[in-house]
């Protein structure tokens, strides 16, 4: 039976706008993230996803209602609980400049490791990882000497690397070309698949939207569907 | 187009500040240059003039012309000064100086003259211009008094009245001057007279030099012209110029006409070439001197001018590569860059000139090294350079800011975006190694230097300039170990990296990985540290041993605060065998001991000193030794010597003399170079103090060598003098110094110098004041505070000291500015970077320990690495450089002398820069919102 990974009930954003009126970024979302599949949020760009998307992963703290991971409450967490949380527990792939630019592919995954304290093998993992993504070869490339693609993989590498149980990715395609785009989904696919993980992701292209086991759409800071 | 740049400049508020600071410091460092030489040059032309007049007794900035014409020629004074005027009007005309002062003399043939009370003496008869107004008539009439019997009325001076015992109302008869019917001219003396004010220039030729003359009034004169058979009228003029006139600017055209009126006119007379020759001798070494000691600070500013720039470009070289790729070519975006820094520029210079005038002033009052005082800088003005200088400094600053633009404005938005992964590449210097050739060249330059010191040290003293390498070498040398580290630096960081790499938390993973990936960028801040630092440390220390050095051989060579001599008249009498025979008495010592009481001396001394006595050993004598006469226990107390520079305490030789009448102490030179010993007896000989032809020897007692001394109160081993050849030799003197009682015993009572150890607290003057109020005629007054004051502001003193001081408040000023500057753009370029930490789920702790770790490995370390290079730098190159101010060899040899206050005042200042920076970065990062920052990534 479908566990969910992720709840969240009831979740409101509110930003003070330059005028000192408030705005609601997110006006009562109640959402639940199954474990071991891949969910997408959906929405044109401003209609909030990625504020709930920096909500859930724990980034950005809600105005009210609350989040759930594994039955323990954010509200509940201390700053530093929360970090571990994101060090530990959880993976991030960003938009675009995704990758630390001072360290080459290899570098970036390593830190990440180390930023989980990750107890195994790290060199071993690390080209485990790099193979999977298919970036062996350019291992001690460093970012900038890397398409779009390629990076966005490492971003992959780096957040699979220290087995989180929940990835969270922003728009991992959207600065890519519609092949590399689909790569990227392939590879997201395989993770949940074959590894169990739960991947939570953003996205404004509705191409992608049949890979997701689970589509939310957003507009407008509420769900619509 | 203008509102475009202003808003550009206004877009990156803080870094355009910081440019425009550094543009500011740089016009005004560049400013500062022609005011401060100028000022310098004008200074020690004057004190030259000053010197002058105070060694030749006489006003030393005179022109003139001696001569003599027959009265056939000119009838009257009238013609005749017609005649002189007509030349010094030529000479004004050339010589841009007023005249203050004229001195006109005209004589007629001197003859011998006979007096109504049977003198016979030879008299000139002379019409002076304008003497009414210059002298009082001390007793008698005027010239112009009414006199019978067919005399001329004149006068005479006090002190020719006294020497011819002569008296007012004698009357001189010329017999060789006779009127048309061979009557002789016959004078009256009405009355005697005497300058009204000693220092009035007026009297170029002193009372004292009109010897033999008789004056009359110019109505007298010309009847006695026209009346009686006179051929020739001698005639002196001698134009006073004001000295405060001549300056560095006009100096050298000055010293053209006076050759070239000298060239012309035979009878063109002047006395002030040589001064003005020693000015331009000592000027090529001021102006090399200020230039090589802000060459340096220029150096640092256009580095820190092309390192805000750099940082500046970098930011916006995304902008740059957008606009490219619009269309907009190179040449418009090198348009850009050029308005920004001209507007930055022109703004700079408004406000950089001023600062630049008041650095000067404030390098112009300077004291000591950043001690700085109330002081006359009156020669320090503003001067039409300065303009000149700054808008030169402000167009190599345009050119530093742009420069750069034309490697971000070749590259397309592409190329940008592939530009960090080549960041890697070496940097030329290291490539190259640079940085060990510099250090081997700076190196060899020392070892050679070092070799030549004595003869560079001579040729100094003979008024050569001083070769400016010497200089920049101690920065080349900086500069150079400066990179050599920075390459161990990054060495010793790989190391640390390499043998951790496994166990690394990942803040210091990153912070390792942060510095060894971005070296060149903070190469740049890092080399810049050692710099500021290494040099501040040298001039600090420079500043303070050439300070602290001529201090030291200047109250070496006085050994004591306060000197003074009293005139003691003296007593001549004959013999019945016509000889001359000569005596002093000995003026009332009590009113020097008086001053003890009054508190205002802690002790004074009877210290008889003649530096002409000589020395007999054997058969061979030395002549122009140093011969003291002391009594011990006064001597001791009042005459100081630092410690060190004998075996034992000085007091010990006192004491070894105190108990033998007849003792010595000698100098050890003396007693290496004819091998003597404790025990030995030695002679020593002092000459009358009235000049025959050869020195009369008064008596050459002998004395038992009680103790043998390598420094003494008072004593230089060493003295200069020009050869024939114009070149300076060093001579080496000797001493001894004898008991008062048995020097007075053998040379009878002699003059003695009164030294004073003077209470603290009390001003010499008051001392000086006191004495004179009591009547006492001092010929000879020393004092240690005047001496040190005069040499604080001796030109090269004070401009080292000056620009010393400037060069480490800019560094300084720099070097905090810089360092914020550099981490705030570090942080604020790398603010994605921390978003992807944060988001990662480093803590805030975590990122402030790479933060730390990261300063740790660069900055503090480079800080630190500062200290040495510093330090290195003193010991290799202080007592070099010190050569060129301290020249002479001296019983106190250069010591390098260092002033911790220095050291922690530059440390308490880098600690700050380091707390503030962090303070600053702390906050930066706190403010930062992860989402925010992660957001940043997205455009």
């Known amino acids: 039976m479908d566990m969910n990974m992720i709840q969240a009930r009831d979740i409101k954003r509110c930003f003070m706008l330059g005028s000192?009126?408030?705005?609601?970024?997110?006006?009562?979302?109640?959402?639940?993230?199954?474990?071991?599949?891949?969910?997408?949020?959906?929405?044109?760009?401003?209609?909030?996803?990625?504020?709930?998307?920096?909500?859930?992963?724990?980034?950005?703290?809600?105005?009210?209602?609350?989040?759930?991971?594994?039955?323990?409450?954010?509200?509940?967490?201390?700053?530093?609980?929360?970090?571990?949380?994101?060090?530990?527990?959880?993976?991030?792939?960003?938009?675009?400049?995704?990758?630390?630019?001072?360290?080459?592919?290899?570098?970036?995954?390593?830190?990440?490791?180390?930023?989980?304290?990750?107890?195994?093998?790290?060199?071993?993992?690390?080209?485990?990882?790099?193979?999977?993504?298919?970036?062996?070869?350019?291992?001690?490339?460093?970012?900038?000497?890397?398409?779009?693609?390629?990076?966005?993989?490492?971003?992959?590498?780096r957040a699979v690397a220290h087995k989180p149980k929940v990835i969270f990715a922003d728009e991992p395609t959207g600065a890519l070309d519609t092949a590399s785009g689909l790569n990227v989904m392939k590879l997201f696919k395989d993770l949940v698949n074959k590894e169990g993980i739960t991947i939570v992701m953003t996205t404004h292209d509705p191409n992608l939207m049949e890979l997701g086991d689970v589509v939310y759409e957003i507009e407008d800071g509420e769900i619509i569907g | 187009m203008f509102k475009f740049l202003g808003h550009k400049l206004l877009n990156k508020?803080?870094?355009?500040?910081?440019?425009?600071?550094?543009?500011?410091?740089?016009?005004?460092?560049?400013?500062?240059?022609?005011?401060?030489?100028?000022?310098?040059?004008?200074?020690?032309?004057?004190?030259?003039?000053?010197?002058?007049?105070?060694?030749?007794?006489?006003?030393?900035?005179?022109?003139?012309?001696?001569?003599?014409?027959?009265?056939?020629?000119?009838?009257?004074?009238?013609?005749?000064?017609?005649?002189?005027?007509?030349?010094?009007?030529?000479?004004?005309?050339?010589?841009?100086?007023?005249?203050?002062?004229?001195?006109?003399?005209?004589?007629?043939?001197?003859?011998?003259?006979?007096?109504?009370?049977?003198?016979?003496?030879?008299?000139?008869?002379?019409?002076?211009?304008?003497?009414?107004?210059?002298?009082d008539i001390t007793y008698g009439e005027g010239m112009d008094a009414s006199v019978s019997d067919g005399t001329y009325p004149c006068i005479i001076s006090q002190k020719y009245l006294d020497t011819y015992n002569l008296v007012v109302g004698e009357v001189l008869t010329f017999d060789d001057i006779t009127d048309a019917s061979k009557k002789p001219l016959s004078c009256t003396i009405v009355g005697v007279f005497q300058e009204n004010d000693s220092s009035d220039i007026y009297w170029y030729d002193t009372i004292n030099d009109l010897e033999k003359r008789i004056f009359v009034s110019k109505d007298n004169f010309n009847e006695i012209l026209e009346k009686y058979n006179a051929l020739t009228i001698y005639y002196n003029d001698y134009q006073m110029l004001d000295y405060a006139q001549m300056t560095h600017s006009n100096a050298m055209d000055t010293l053209y006409y006076l050759n070239e009126f000298q060239n012309a006119d035979g009878h063109f007379v002047q006395n002030f070439s040589d001064v003005i020759i020693d000015y331009i001798g000592d000027a090529k070494t001021i102006k090399i001197i200020i230039w090589v000691l802000e060459l340096p600070v220029i150096v640092l500013l256009l580095a820190f001018i092309?390192?805000?720039?750099?940082?500046?470009?970098?930011?916006?070289?995304?902008?740059?590569?957008?606009?490219?790729?619009?269309?907009?070519?190179?040449?418009?975006?090198?348009?850009?860059?050029?308005?920004?820094?001209?507007?930055?520029?022109?703004?700079?210079?408004?406000?950089?000139?001023?600062?630049g005038y008041l650095l000067c002033k404030l390098a112009a009052s300077s004291k000591s090294f950043l001690q700085f005082g109330i002081r006359d800088t009156h020669f320090y003005g503003f001067d039409i350079g300065m303009l000149v200088y700054s808008l030169a400094a402000a167009v190599v600053a345009i050119l530093f800011i742009t420069l750069p633009v034309f490697k971000y404005a070749k590259n397309s938005i592409v190329e940008v975006k592939s530009r960090n992964g080549k960041a890697n590449t070496k940097p030329f210097w290291e490539k190259f190694f640079i940085d060990i050739i510099l250090v081997a060249v700076s190196i060899y330059l020392l070892y050679n230097y070092n070799k030549q010191k004595p003869s560079i040290a001579m040729s100094i003293l003979s008024g050569s300039r001083p070769d400016p390498l010497i200089f920049l070498n101690s920065s080349l040398f900086i500069f150079a170990v400066g990179l050599l580290i920075l390459r161990l630096i990054k060495y010793m960081i790989k190391f640390i990296y390499f043998i951790g790499r496994k166990k690394w938390s990942p803040a210091v993973y990153a912070s390792f990985l942060q510095i060894t990936r971005t070296v060149k960028k903070q190469g740049f801040i890092s080399v810049f540290l050692v710099m500021t630092i290494?040099?501040?440390?040298?001039?600090?220390?420079?500043?303070?041993?050439?300070?602290?050095?001529?201090?030291?051989?200047?109250?070496?060579?006085?050994?004591?605060?306060?000197?003074?001599?009293?005139?003691?008249?003296?007593?001549?009498?004959?013999?019945?065998?016509?000889?001359?025979?000569?005596?002093?008495?000995?003026?009332?010592?009590?009113?020097?001991?008086?001053?003890?009481?009054?508190?205002?001396?802690?002790?004074?001394?009877?210290?008889?000193?003649?530096?002409?006595?000589?020395?007999?050993?054997?058969?061979?004598?030395?002549?122009?030794?140093?011969?003291?006469?002391?009594?011990?226990?006064d001597f001791g107390n009042t005459a100081e010597l630092k410690s060190g520079l004998n075996e034992k305490h000085w007091f010990h030789y006192l004491n070894d003399m105190a108990t033998v009448s007849n003792g010595v102490i000698i100098s050890s030179n003396l007693a290496e170079k004819y091998k003597l010993a404790v025990g030995d007896s030695i002679s020593y000989a002092r000459y009358s103090p009235i000049s025959g032809e050869t020195p009369e020897e008064i008596a050459s007692p002998s004395g038992t060598i009680c103790a043998i001394v390598d420094a003494w109160p008072g004593f230089n081993q060493f003295t200069y003098s020009k050869n024939s050849d114009g070149k300076v030799e060093e001579k080496e003197r000797y001493l001894v110094v004898a008991n008062y009682a048995y020097a007075v015993g053998a040379f009878g009572q002699t003059p003695y110098q009164v030294w004073m150890n003077v209470a603290d607290g009390v001003d010499y003057q008051d001392i000086i004041k006191n004495l004179e109020d009591q009547g006492i005629r001092l010929t000879a007054k020393t004092s240690l505070v005047n001496n040190i004051t005069k040499m604080q502001e001796s030109p090269l003193v004070l401009i080292t000291n000056g620009l010393f001081s400037l060069t480490f408040i800019i560094a300084v000023i720099l070097c905090t500015v810089g360092f914020l500057i550099y981490w705030i753009t570090s942080i604020k370029q790398r603010e994605l970077l921390f978003g992807i930490y944060r988001a990662m789920g480093m803590s805030m702790k975590e990122i402030n320990k790479m933060l730390i770790n990261e300063q740790m490995f660069s900055s503090v370390l480079a800080s630190i690495a500062g200290y040495g290079v510093g330090a290195a730098a003193t010991i290799l190159f202080v007592k070099l450089v010190a050569v060129v101010y301290l020249p002479e060899s001296h019983n106190i040899g250069i010591s390098i002398v260092v002033n911790p206050l220095d050291i922690i005042k530059l440390t308490v200042v880098v600690l700050l820069m380091f707390i503030v920076c962090f303070i600053v970065l702390r906050t930066i990062l706190k403010k930062m919102n992860i989402t925010q920052a992660l957001k940043l990534g997205e455009d």
């Open chain 1, 20 to 157: 000192g009126e408030p705005f609601y970024a997110l006006k009562g979302i109640n959402i639940d993230v199954p474990a071991s599949k891949l969910t997408i949020l959906k929405g044109r760009s401003g209609s909030g996803k990625t504020t709930l998307l920096n909500i859930l992963s724990a980034l950005d703290e809600p105005s009210e209602g609350d989040i759930m991971i594994e039955d323990r409450a954010y509200s509940a967490m201390s700053e530093s609980q929360r970090e571990e949380l994101r060090r530990y527990e959880i993976g991030f792939i960003f938009q675009s400049v995704a990758l630390i630019p001072i360290m080459n592919a290899y570098e970036n995954v390593d830190f990440g490791l180390r930023l989980a304290k990750y107890e195994g093998n790290r060199d071993q993992r690390i080209k485990e990882v790099l193979s999977m993504v298919g970036l062996a070869a350019r291992m001690y490339h460093m970012p900038n000497q890397m398409s779009g693609g390629e990076q966005q993989r490492v971003a992959i590498a």
């Open chain 2, 13 to 135: 508020k803080w870094l355009n500040a910081c440019l425009l600071l550094g543009i500011i410091l740089l016009v005004a460092v560049a400013s500062c240059n022609p005011m401060f030489k100028n000022g310098a040059l004008d200074m020690m032309l004057s004190s030259k003039f000053d010197a002058a007049i105070e060694n030749n007794n006489r006003y030393s900035c005179m022109i003139g012309r001696t001569g003599s014409v027959a009265t056939e020629d000119f009838a009257d004074t009238d013609s005749l000064k017609e005649k002189i005027v007509s030349y010094e009007k030529m000479w004004n005309e050339y010589l841009d100086i007023d005249a203050m002062e004229n001195q006109l003399y005209m004589a007629m043939e001197g003859t011998f003259a006979v007096s109504n009370l049977g003198n016979r003496k030879y008299f000139d008869i002379v019409y002076m211009e304008d003497m009414e107004k210059h002298m």
């Open chain 2, 306 to 355: 092309y390192m805000v720039s750099s940082q500046i470009l970098e930011m916006e070289d995304g902008e740059i590569a957008m606009l490219k790729s619009r269309g907009t070519s190179t040449k418009q975006i090198l348009g850009i860059y050029l308005g920004e820094s001209a507007i930055l520029s022109i703004i700079a210079m408004a406000i950089g000139i001023p600062i």
């Open chain 2, 534 to 633: 290494a040099m501040g440390m040298f001039n600090s220390n420079m500043a303070r041993t050439i300070n602290e050095n001529k201090t030291e051989r200047l109250e070496y060579d006085m050994g004591t605060d306060l000197i003074v001599q009293e005139h003691w008249p003296m007593g001549i009498y004959m013999d019945k065998e016509k000889k001359t025979h000569w005596y002093y008495t000995e003026e009332d010592f009590e009113r020097y001991s008086k001053l003890v009481d009054a508190g205002l001396c802690n002790s004074v001394a009877r210290v008889i000193y003649d530096d002409e006595a000589t020395i007999k050993i054997g058969g061979t004598e030395l002549s122009d030794c140093l011969m003291l006469g002391i009594n011990t226990k």
